[in-house]
């Protein structure tokens, strides 16, 4: 009996051990619990901290790069808004030399000037609709404004239509030649007042492309 009652006793009290180990172990896991919290919660404050402070930076970085890319003023809308009913006007003058121009240098010229004004057009109407501006429309070109740009009278465009061979590529060529420079002098403006990076570059492109077109065709003019 005595025997088997040191045996409960030390049951009991490797059961009670038992029981304070687990205890003390759940406590010490709550303190490292605790500490790793606390850790995790330094990290996690850091982290929480810098995080704001990331976000901010990458905040300003993309609103830098936003204003560098997107940021125009009313000097670009102008520019735009001229630039594609004369290029329009343009390429409708060039539309008619394939059949009605002598001078295979002349409807090289008429070629060249489709093929570069063209994706000018779309490239500015784009530009105007993400800056929520409004395009102008096809076929709204007003000829009684030739005094802007060196844009052609609906008389001019008549006169050009009607005529042919020698005749035809001379009118071309004078009327191409007021025409570009009013664009290069549009080109100048924006150059001068613009604010938004791509389309000052298209506007020195403009004026050098035509301005080289303008003295190609006062020499076959005889004018150079």
């Keep these: 009996m005595i025997r088997k009652r040191s045996l409960v006793r030390r049951s009991a009290a490797v059961v009670a051990a038992g029981a304070a180990a687990l205890v003390l172990a759940a406590c010490g896991g709550d303190g490292d619990s605790d500490g790793g919290d606390s850790s995790a919660g330094h990290g996690g404050h850091s982290a929480t901290a810098s995080s704001p402070a990331s976000a901010s930076a990458s905040a300003s970085a993309s609103a830098s790069a936003s204003v560098s890319q997107g940021q125009h003023n009313v000097a670009d809308v102008a520019f735009a808004k001229g630039m594609i009913p004369h290029h329009r006007q343009a390429i409708e003058m060039a539309d008619l030399a394939p059949g009605r121009a002598k001078s295979a240098e002349v409807k090289k010229l008429a070629a060249d000037i489709r093929k570069a004004q063209g994706p000018e057009i779309e490239t500015l109407s784009g530009w105007l609709t993400s800056w929520g501006e409004d395009v102008p429309a096809e076929g709204a070109m007003d000829h009684s404004t030739h005094d802007m740009g060196g844009m052609m009278t609906g008389a ?35 150059q001068a007042d613009g604010a938004y990076g791509p389309a000052t570059t298209m506007a020195a492109e403009i004026i050098t492309s035509q301005s080289t077109e303008i003295e190609q065709m006062k020499q076959l003019l005889g004018k150079g």
């Design 156 to 190: 001019e465009m008549a006169a050009l239509e009607k005529s042919s061979g020698q005749a035809f590529d001379t009118a071309f060529m004078e009327l191409m030649i007021k025409h570009h420079e009013g664009a290069v002098e549009m080109a100048k403006t924006e």
